[in-house]
């Protein structure tokens, strides 16, 4: 079967093309079509299911170029997918409104449907709490969110935290002072920071106090008033951390709490305060539960690949639990 699509000007196909073609490549494998063009024409053959899939994954890329988007490997693989699902009716989502303008003026946006509700709930909600994979941009977002709310001064301020080590906070195991012991520590949203910003604004603003970078230890006994509040790699926190940083919560302000629960380094015998957190709040007005899946993995296309294989491996090996087995530990 063949199908014609006819796109309005060159420069549209050209950009869903990619470079060397490598775009279309990638939906010939995908679907087991050929595609080939004449001018403004494309003509796709294949069995009636694959053609239909390739062209409504073309026809997507076409409407994204028109509006402006960039055509990356990310977005046609993603568009592949939601075509293969039947989503292709979300592809309108995907064009969306620019987060943040970083420092060297690249805009900032959400790159799958996954990371546009996440934004959204971060806009509409007083507490967001973002859980995913490593890629999924919850991190990056969450503070690009918060520049944009201080730079229209809807908040005074940006406070980052995150727990400074894996599981308790030993600070005092490395060399330096304070600064030095939980620099490397929150080093991503440092570097976060700086894209958005520039280094030389980012230290304006936190030598006036209007940004302030910390370990989760530090927000004890404090009230957080107007200010835009993002707790890092929370799946290491304890219940107990947790709590206590909820708690924080000033009038004016927002809370984005971001992790992977599939990465806690926790002590065996202690339960995140993510894992916990997503259990007690779940149905609380004015927060928002987003959970973001391999699908929404922004970096190397790999990344996606591994986290994909480390879910199916999981799921095959989780042993059956017994119900109602409970085993205490006894003094020798």
């Known amino acids: 079967m063949d199908r014609l699509i ?28 050929h595609i080939a063009n004449r001018g403004v024409e494309l003509k796709i053959s294949g069995d009636e299911e694959s053609t239909d899939k390739a062209a409504r994954t073309v026809q997507a890329l076409m409407q994204l170029a028109a509006k402006g988007e960039t055509i990356d490997e990310q977005k046609v693989r993603y568009l592949i997918t939601l075509v293969s ?18 420092a060297k003026g690249k805009p900032i946006k959400a790159k799958t449907v996954g990371q546009q509700k996440y934004m959204k709930a971060i806009l509409k909600n007083t507490v967001t709490i973002g859980v995913g994979p490593a890629g999924t941009g919850k991190t990056y977002l969450a503070v ?15 406070i980052l ?17 304070l600064q ?19 280094a030389e604004t980012y230290q304006k603003y936190l030598e006036r106090g209007s940004i302030e970078v910390a370990p989760l230890a530090y927000m ?17 926190t304890t219940r107990e951390q947790m709590k206590m940083f909820l708690t924080r919560l000033g009038f004016g302000s927002k809370i984005v709490i971001t992790g992977d629960i599939t990465q806690i380094d926790l002590p065996a015998d202690k339960t995140s305060g993510l894992k916990d957190a997503i259990r007690v709040l779940e149905n609380v007005e004015d927060i928002a539960i987003c959970r973001l899946s391999a699908a929404d993995v922004v970096r190397h296309a790999l990344v996606q690949r591994i986290v994909a294989a480390y879910d199916s491996y999981e799921k095959r090996h989780e042993g059956p639990k017994a119900p109602g087995k409970t085993f205490r530990r006894t003094k020798p």
Not at 144 to 158: G, K, L, M, N
């Open 220 to 236: 004890r006994g404090r009230t957080l008033d107007s200010s835009f509040i993002i707790l890092d790699e929370a799946q290491n």
């Open 180 to 198: 030095d012991k939980v620099d490397p520590y929150l080093r991503p949203l440092y570097d976060a920071l700086f894209d958005m910003l520039g």
């Open 85 to 102: 699902e039947g989503n292709d009716d979300q592809v309108q989502e995907m064009s969306r409104d620019v987060v943040c303008i970083t």
């Open 161 to 177: 935290t995150r727990p400074a080590v894996e599981a308790g906070e030993r600070l005092g195991f490395l060399p330096g002072d």
């Open 144 to 158: 690009a969110a918060a520049v944009a709310a201080f730079r229209s001064r809807e908040v005074d301020r940006i």
């Open 6 to 33: 006819n796109a309005e000007r060159i420069e549209q196909l050209i950009d869903v093309f990619g470079s060397f073609d490598e775009n279309i490549l990638r939906i010939e494998q995908a679907f087991g079509v």
